[in-house]
């Protein structure tokens, strides 16, 4: 079954965005053996614009671009002690989706992409009246695997609703040989996002 949206050749332009909010605390000990509470607040908002073409019926490839922002302060006031640390990536890159069409509203579909991502990472340290700050920059990798229902109100209009899905991302130290690599699925409510698509023939 092909939709009259997902048809060889159709093009779609849109975006997907990310938020979500976190707080919570937790029991803490120091070395001195002082009970205390750790408060930890953190923040993220992200935006993908794409652009894509359908290979075949229900086949689409483009390039999207992605950007991440997030925010975190931790605080141990049993030891005078604060960090806010604010974090970007930038990941450019190709993706591939697949629609699996329900009815003539609504489709399932999966979608993978793989993109190379710039980050930098600033954080500042209070600690006994001492402020110490850090920044670094990384080059590396982003691949992810996530799934999303499209629900298509006009016919040349889909909204979608998705989540953050399996994420693997690979980084290196700018002017270093220092790397990190890491995996990540988020399928829950906090990695819930919102999409909108325009979809147009030729």
């Known amino acids: 079954m092909a939709l009259a949206q997902t048809q ?6 849109g975006a997907n965005l990310g938020w979500n909010n976190n707080e919570y605390t937790s029991n803490y000990t120091n070395n001195a053996g002082i009970v205390g509470l750790r408060t930890n607040e953190s923040s993220n908002f992200s935006i993908q614009p794409m652009i894509g073409t359908f290979l075949s019926d229900n086949i689409a490839l483009g390039i999207f671009v992605n950007y991440d922002n997030n925010r975190n302060k931790s605080t141990l006031p049993v030891d005078n002690y604060n960090e806010n640390s604010k974090n970007h990536f930038l990941t450019v890159g190709p993706f591939i ?3 699996f069409p329900l009815n003539e509203k609504f489709a399932f579909y999966g979608q ?3 993109g190379y991502r710039r980050s930098s990472y600033n954080t500042d340290q209070e600690s006994s ?3 110490y700050n850090y920044h670094n920059k990384y080059n590396g990798i982003m691949a992810a695997i996530k799934p999303g229902i499209v ?3 006009t016919k040349n209009m889909g909204i979608d609703v998705s989540v953050r899905g399996l994420q693997y991302s690979f980084s290196k130290l700018k002017n270093s040989s220092q790397s990190t690599s890491s995996l990540e699925a ?12 325009l979809y147009l023939s030729r």
């Not at 060889?8 to 332009?13: K, N, P, V």
């Not at 988020?186 to 996002?193: E, R, S, T, V």
């Open 8 to 13: 060889s050749g159709d093009i779609f332009i």
């Open 186 to 197: 988020g399928f829950d409510l906090p990695n819930l996002n919102i999409g909108l698509n």
């Open 151 to 153: 629900f298509f109100a």
């Open 112 to 114: 993978g992409n793989i």
């Open 97 to 99: 989706r697949k629609f």
């Open 129 to 131: 009246g001492m402020t």
